[in-house]
């Protein structure tokens, strides 16, 4: 049985009839950018996240750009991010002419450890993105602690978590922005690139909705320069229809995770994935650590079978090859979990068969089976 880490013509099968309808309703309407399913899906979404403002936008990197952009963030300015994330993050800071600092990750969660920011705290930091990685929330008390004390912004990276929950409040309303991905393959994903920004800010929010249509909310009167990154209304229909199936595909999610938990409970060597006291977590990847360096063959072996796992991310950021010859920290935590993590398959309507199955090929690889 071949089986991939995602397959999304399950949800395609479930909700084929209902999309259709909203991409043929955005048909007949004639109206293509920043319009009435724009407007609704805006609000639906501020109401299911509790927030005052949501800006749909063309990508998560967007987000993450404009953001730091509304926050008037740019050259000599430092913004502290994990390295184990993916390239965007510290990408949107790389683009606004700001200057990326990396800070060292728990072992538990895989996100940002408060200690570890705080330490890379100068004169010239004014942000902070802590990514929700894999869907579970950082730890965003003393993260808001630190910031308060230190007069710094967050910028929450939640293109991984949308749904997800810190203390019983859903992440990307903690910080001034919270930075949405509909990337296809995301926990709420549209049929092509689409983002979104959340803040309860007035006049950030303002400000944003400038920034996404070049600068100007009058059309021809354009008042700084921006970019050219609004949510199409045949994306914002699609994310309409999904929107209402997000909570329960997120618990079903978290059902396929306490499957693979109990699959792989006193394997020696895997660590399942811990979840704190604190996070609703939304598996966007269920990822496991393999430890002894058995990662690599697993991987590999894996993949001869026919199991799609994967490697978020073999390369901590700050070693890419965008920063080469760039002077970097060493974080330990972060580069040692960039060589054990390994996520598998999942996505809300994978069968228990097709994840026994998954397990089964696992174990038989490492020997134990
Ligand atoms: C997907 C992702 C992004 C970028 O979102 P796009 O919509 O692909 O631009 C940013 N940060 C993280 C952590 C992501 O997973």
Known sequence: MKIPIIDLTDEVRLLGDEINQAISRVLQSGHFILGEQGRAFEEEAARYLGCKHAIGLNSGTDALVIALRALRIGPGDEVIVPSFTFYA?????????????????????????????????????????????????????????????????????????????????????????????????????????????????????ELACKLRTHGSLIPYENERTGYNSRLDELQAAILRVKLAYVEQWNELRREVAASYTRLLRDVEDIVTPRVAGYAKHVYHQYTIRVRDGKRDNLHQELRQKGIGSMLYYPTPVHQLPVYSGHPMPSLPVTERMSGEVLSLPIWPHITLEKQQEVVSVLLSSLGKG
């Open 89 to 205: 993050t510290a990408e949107a800071v790389e683009l606004v002419g700001a200057t990326p600092v990396f800070a060292d990750i728990s072992p538990d969660t895989f996100n940002v450890e408060p200690a570890r920011v705080e330490a890379c705290i100068t004169s010239s930091t004014k942000a902070i993105i802590p990514v929700h990685l894999y869907g579970h929330a950082s730890k965003m008390e003393p993260l808001l602690q630190i910031a308060k004390q230190y007069n710094l912004a967050i910028v929450e990276d939640t293109a991984q978590a949308f749904g997800g929950e810190y203390r019983g409040k859903k992440l990307g309303t903690f910080g001034q922005f919270g930075c949405f991905s509909f990337y296809p393959t995301k926990n709420l994903g549209a049929y092509g690139d689409a983002g979104m920004l959340t803040t309860d800010d007035d006049q950030l929010a």
